[in-house]
């Protein structure tokens, strides 16, 4: 595995770390809150942007425009059923959620949440290292590098273990503040 593969593989760890964030709720309306709702259409189950168009009309409020009238019902009761705590408003034609502001209470828990992303893509992080370096361990056994590369690997490794880990830091750091700014 070479640093290129590695760092890629840590990259895609941290940028699944910021879309988990991207749906937690700060004290605005945001698109990406709905990212991880699926509604069950036809059969399936569908990401809710694949059947409609969402859109902010102002910082409080979330409108899904559905593609197909018929899928109202559906994304409704996947929004109800969804963790997000919003109540839905149904008009016949567009849904409305009113994103009211954050209790200290809600914030707290969002702040858990995002910690709880954070340590995710930390653990997905650590894994890859792991793995890298069982590799590196396996290829000094197997006589292909020396004692000393197998070092100097490792620790590349592991640096680029502690760069990824601290980005994801920050952007717990950035979400928290996020979370917590009335």
Same mark, same amino acid.
């Given at each position: 595995?070479?640093?290129? @593969?590695? @760092?890629?593989?840590?990259? /895609?760890?941290?940028?699944?770390?910021? &879309?988990?964030?991207?749906?937690?709720?700060?004290?605005?309306?945001?698109?990406?809150?709905?990212?991880?709702?699926?509604? %069950?259409? !036809?059969?399936?189950?569908?990401?809710?942007?694949?059947?409609?168009?969402?859109?902010?009309?102002?910082?409080?409020?979330?409108?899904?425009? $559905?593609?197909? #009238?018929?899928?109202?019902?559906? *994304?409704?009761?996947?929004?109800?059923?969804?963790?997000?705590?919003?109540? $839905?408003?149904?008009?016949?034609? *567009?849904?409305?959620?009113?994103? $009211? $502001?954050?209790?200290?209470? &809600?914030?707290? %828990?969002?702040?858990?949440?995002?910690? /709880?992303?954070?340590?995710?893509?930390?653990?997905? #992080?650590?894994?890859?290292?792991?793995?890298? *370096? @069982?590799?590196?361990?396996? &290829?000094?056994?197997?006589?292909?590098?020396? %004692?000393? +590369?197998? &070092?100097?690997? +490792?620790?590349?490794? +592991?640096?680029?273990?502690? /760069?990824? *880990?601290? %980005?994801?830091? /920050? !952007?717990?750091?950035?979400?928290?503040?996020?979370?917590?700014?009335?």
């Amino acid at each position: 595995m070479s640093n290129q @593969e590695i @760092e890629s593989s840590m990259r /895609k760890s941290v940028e699944a770390a910021q &879309r988990n964030f991207n749906t937690i709720r700060t004290g605005r309306a945001n698109p990406s809150l709905l990212d991880r709702i699926t509604v %069950e259409y !036809y059969g399936a189950d569908s990401p809710l942007k694949s059947l409609a168009t969402i859109s902010t009309p102002d910082s409080q409020t979330i409108a899904i425009q $559905p593609f197909d #009238l018929g899928s109202l019902a559906l *994304i409704e009761k996947a929004i109800v059923s969804s963790d997000l705590g919003f109540t $839905p408003n149904n008009d016949g034609k *567009i849904i409305r959620i009113n994103v $009211p $502001p954050l209790t200290e209470e &809600r914030r707290k %828990e969002f702040c858990k949440i995002a910690s /709880k992303y954070a340590e995710e893509g930390k653990v997905s #992080l650590r894994n890859i290292r792991r793995d890298a *370096i @069982e590799k590196i361990k396996k &290829r000094e056994k197997a006589a292909e590098i020396s %004692e000393d +590369q197998s &070092r100097d690997q +490792q620790e590349n490794v +592991q640096e680029l273990t502690n /760069k990824f *880990i601290t %980005e994801i830091d /920050k !952007y717990l750091q950035s979400k928290e503040t996020d979370i917590l700014k009335v």
